[in-house]
């Protein structure tokens, strides 16, 4: 076990020192503990007292300059947030009849332990540990304090994986059972919390085989039971693998695709063909809303990329195989499903551009590599998601192949998807910046009103500025009187 860090340690002092003159009773509990056992640094320390929770904890924001949040007024629980060169959550909770009691109510073993506040400050605390904890972390166990701990709270279902994620252990053989019993829980769990920890989950490496073992669990469809339907779809000869298990190898590929961990059927020599840089690194770095970023939502986007093949499978005549309009209609499916888990409004718009889009790339040349038109339409479509789409197109790819994957075909693939970044770089380093005319030129010179015709217009010399047909204004009023002249004679034809 590390030593406590001194900022927190002078904090602890005087949250201890504000408890004693109250005279309540104080413990450090739960996480922290944990993880202090564990030598892992951690911001978050949970403090339960025998007292109200909620009356201390203003108390302690008032006396350490902090910021007082309200969590859980029906249970007793609130949070002192203080800024003090780092970022330090103290978590008060209440509790009476003694903190045996307070710890068998908590949900894993290893979280069910305890030290008095005073004695930790000191350095003579002895651990609480009714439930062998410490034991369980030695053998790297998440286990269950008792048989009705999902019953009590279902999002202690999901909480247990991710726990079992982030520490690199394993959940104990009687917990698996228990959350397969109990698996239909997680449906119960309000979409705010299932929200935040999928993406807890999700932001881990490795976690496409951790979406995996949500399903091996039973959890999965009963978080998004839509994916059901995909069990057992079959495919066209092409694909290695059903819609359900393509999908979820499309988030392990994906994984694979951000340099995030190995997947099991693609070596390091596949990514050397890939695009990357650390502009593309930044890029996925970048926060979308409260804990998530782009390379979770990618992870996401590429799990419901095809939600809605069940929904739009035929068969023809000569018995092919297809699911026209599978990317339109999943984009609103997945729509629905983020909606229902809470996700913002952001990260909902980027995962249904996501799902919307990933046949996109492969559709914008039939021959060859793409017109400077077609690649500026695409990154207008696609909003802020162009570089996103482009790489559930590439893990889409490579869980449609698995084991069966062509290397040329592979490299080919991949010398379109890098064509497409260069092209937008080119245009946005020496087109873009330049505008050659604007609505209000249009209505000058054409004498036109105000309308959905002006922006049509101002499109259409956009992208011919792209593809290099032109470079003046003089030229653009000429392309836009040409337009203008087809528009008229069509109309009178």
Not at 368 to 384: I, K, M, N, Q
Not at 397 to 425: C, F, K, S
Request: charged letters at 30%.
């Amino acid at each position: 076990m590390s030593d406590i860090n001194q900022d927190l340690l002078g904090l602890l002092i005087k949250v201890s020192a504000i408890l004693t003159h109250q005279n309540c009773q104080a413990y450090v509990v739960g996480g922290f503990v944990r993880d202090w056992l564990l030598d892992r640094r951690t911001a978050d320390v949970d403090i339960a007292v025998c007292g109200d929770a909620l009356s201390i904890a203003q108390d302690v924001a008032g006396a350490v300059d902090g910021r007082y949040v309200l969590l859980d007024e029906a249970n007793r629980v609130a949070r002192v947030v203080v800024a003090d060169g780092q970022m330090w959550h103290l978590d008060f909770s209440s509790f009476s009849g003694g903190i045996q009691n307070d710890l068998a109510r908590r949900d894993f073993t290893i979280d069910a332990m305890a030290m008095e506040l005073q004695g930790l400050i000191s350095g003579s605390a002895q651990l609480i540990d009714p439930f062998s904890g410490e034991s369980d972390l030695k053998e790297r166990l998440v286990r269950a304090v008792n048989q009705r701990i999902f019953m009590e709270d279902g999002a202690r279902l999901l909480r247990g994986v991710r726990l079992a994620g982030e520490l690199g252990f394993k959940i104990e053989p009687g917990t698996e059972t228990l959350v397969r019993k109990d698996c239909r829980k997680a449906k119960l769990v309000p979409g705010e919390r299932l929200r935040e920890e999928l993406v807890r989950i999700l932001a881990l490496p490795g976690s496409g085989g951790m979406v995996r073992y949500l399903d091996k669990l039973g959890l999965l469809t009963e978080i998004v039971p839509e994916l059901k339907e995909l069990k057992g779809a079959e495919q066209p000869k092409e694909h290695y693998w059903d819609v359900f298990n393509h999908s979820v190898e499309t988030v392990a590929a994906a994984e694979f695709l951000l340099r995030e961990s190995l997947w099991k059927y693609g070596k390091e020599d596949l990514l050397k063909v890939t695009p990357w840089s650390e502009e593309i690194s930044r890029h996925f770095d970048e926060e979308v809303s409260s804990g998530s970023n782009r390379r979770l939502l990618l992870k996401l986007g590429a799990l419901l990329h095809d939600i809605a093949k069940p929904a739009t499978r035929t068969v023809d005549e000569t018995g092919r195989t297809r699911f026209l309009g599978h990317a339109k209609q999943g984009a609103a499916m997945a729509v629905g499903v983020l909606e229902r888990l809470r996700f913002s409004s952001r990260e909902i718009r980027l995962v249904e551009n996501l799902v919307y889009h990933h046949l996109r790339p492969a559709q914008m040349s039939n021959e060859g590599l793409p017109t400077s038109r077609a690649v500026y339409r695409y990154f207008r479509d696609t909003e802020d998601a162009g570089i996103d789409v482009l790489f559930v197109a590439l893990a889409d790819y490579l869980a449609t192949h698995g084991p069966r994957l062509d290397i040329e075909e592979w490299q080919q693939h991949n010398q379109l998807i890098n064509y497409i970044l260069a092209e937008r770089v080119k245009q946005e380093a020496e087109v873009l910046p330049v505008r050659l005319i604007d609505g209000h030129d249009l209505m000058d010179i054409f004498g036109l009103s105000p309308g959905r015709l002006i922006g049509e217009l101002l499109t259409e010399v956009r992208e011919a500025q792209v593809a290099g047909e032109l470079s003046t204004r003089e030229e653009a009023i000429a392309l836009v009187r040409k337009e203008l002249g087809k528009r008229q004679c069509g109309m009178a034809c």
